[in-house]
């Protein structure tokens, strides 16, 4: 496995979604990654998903997506003992990730400030949901207040179901990718400078500037987006189209690919056809070309028209649902799955994703599985010189 950030040690102390993201992507490319949670009860996603057994031991499913690889320590920052064990790890640390509402980490006396004084070519990155400054820096946000703050909402779902969220925790995501982006232009510069960086990370900004057609479609030619379901905004025949057994996604988006669709599908003469035959004349009629389409598709099954369509130089694919898109022979030839070992609730094993990337041919990811609260916080507190004595003690006050 590829190991890019191998020796760059990163201390992580997000909860959810964002940041613990922004750490599994670290990790993956080879970073030492330390989790710092709060004693007793840690990241919040150790209590959320789908198998209430393994929330009940703090190692949700939710967590679980997100967190192999990393080493985790209890550490009560409040407490004045606690604030000195976490600025000796920051003395050995490159990065600070951290995900509290702005202002939080300062008031602990434990901000981008006081930390630099201790290590000066520290990498801080702050991920909220409105960025540090600002007139909403300090609302709360989640995903869903993001999705709709964002515009993202407004344009999906067609014009019934709009707005509509979308799936799963895009922005939380987006963020997170955008986060360990920053981080890795940040840490390649200061490889030039020696100079660290503080980095703010808004979930609204980088959730628009995901939007970039979009957005530029409203700023530049003053189109106002609508939402258009499985309809593709900028090309007819270009969506979802029912088949005699399954949903196809067909992206005709050029003139050739059209006429060999209607080639394909059995009808020629679609493609001379006057409402048609255009580009922006197949985005006017896009209703009546769809209902041709789909009666010459109800012929076949998806998996028919997916083969002999894409043979023929036209993109096509199979709406699948989650459990299929795993089982896919690309996805088992890619090996995007890992598996870990895992002690509990009678799996030895958990299988959880890499990154949607190699390099030079190596997958990225790890060897360890996600770790228990507090695994690890005697080995890192040894690693930094502290006696078994003074551990028990540290222990005995509360401040682990």
């Known amino acids: 496995m590829t190991s890019l950030l191998n020796g760059i040690r990163v201390l992580d102390l997000t909860n959810v979604l964002a940041g613990p993201f922004t750490g599994h992507q670290l990790a993956l490319v080879g970073a030492d990654v330390i989790k710092v949670e709060t004693p007793g009860s840690g990241d919040l996603a150790r209590q959320l998903g789908a198998d209430h057994a393994l929330n009940q031991k703090k190692m949700g499913t939710s967590f679980l997506a997100q967190n192999a690889g990393k080493r985790s320590i209890t550490l009560n920052l409040k407490a004045p003992a606690g604030k000195e064990v976490f600025l000796q790890l920051v003395r050995n640390a490159d990065v600070v990730l951290e995900n509290y509402r702005p202002g939080v980490m300062a008031r602990l006396g434990l901000g981008y400030d006081e930390l630099k004084q201790v290590r000066p070519e520290l990498v801080y990155c702050a991920i909220s949901g409105f960025g540090q400054t600002g007139p909403l820096a300090d609302a709360p946000a989640y995903d869903q207040i993001i999705q709709g703050r964002s515009g993202l909402m407004s344009i999906t779902g067609d014009t019934q179901s709009a707005p509509l969220r979308v799936g799963y925790p895009v922005c939380d995501t987006i963020g997170g990718i955008t986060a360990a982006f920053a981080i890795c232009a940040a840490l390649m510069s200061r490889e030039r400078t020696g100079k660290g960086a503080f980095i703010d990370v808004s ?5 628009i500037v995901s939007m970039g057609w979009i957005v530029s479609n409203q700023l530049i030619a003053g189109q106002k987006p609508v939402p258009m379901g499985n309809d593709n905004f900028t090309a007819s025949p270009s969506g979802t189209f029912r088949t005699g057994d399954g949903l196809l996604n067909i992206a005709a988006n050029k003139q050739e690919q059209f006429e060999r669709l209607c080639q394909v599908i059995g009808h ?12 922006e004349a197949r985005l006017r009629n896009r209703a009546a070309l769809t209902k041709a389409i789909e009666q010459a598709l109800e012929a076949n099954r998806a998996p028919y028209w997916e083969q002999v ?3 023929a130089g036209v993109p096509a694919g ?9 089982r896919q022979e690309q996805v088992q030839h890619r090996q ?6 895992f002690e509990g609730e009678g799996v030895d094993r958990i299988a959880v994703t890499r990154s949607g990337f190699t390099i030079d041919g190596k997958s990225t990811g790890v060897y360890t599985p996600p770790p228990r609260l507090a695994q690890h916080t005697d080995e890192i507190l040894m690693e930094l010189g502290f006696s078994e004595e003074k551990i028990a003690h540290l222990r005995a006050e509360g401040i682990l």
Do not use: C, G, K
Request: charge should be negative.
């Open 203 to 207: 979930m609204l900004d980088s959730t």
């Open 268 to 279: 020629p003469e679609l493609a001379s056809d006057a409402r048609f035959a255009e580009r």
């Open 309 to 311: 369509l894409n043979a």
């Open 318 to 326: 199979q709406v699948l649902s989650v459990e299929e898109a795993l």
């Open 336 to 341: 995007l799955l890992m598996n870990l070992p």
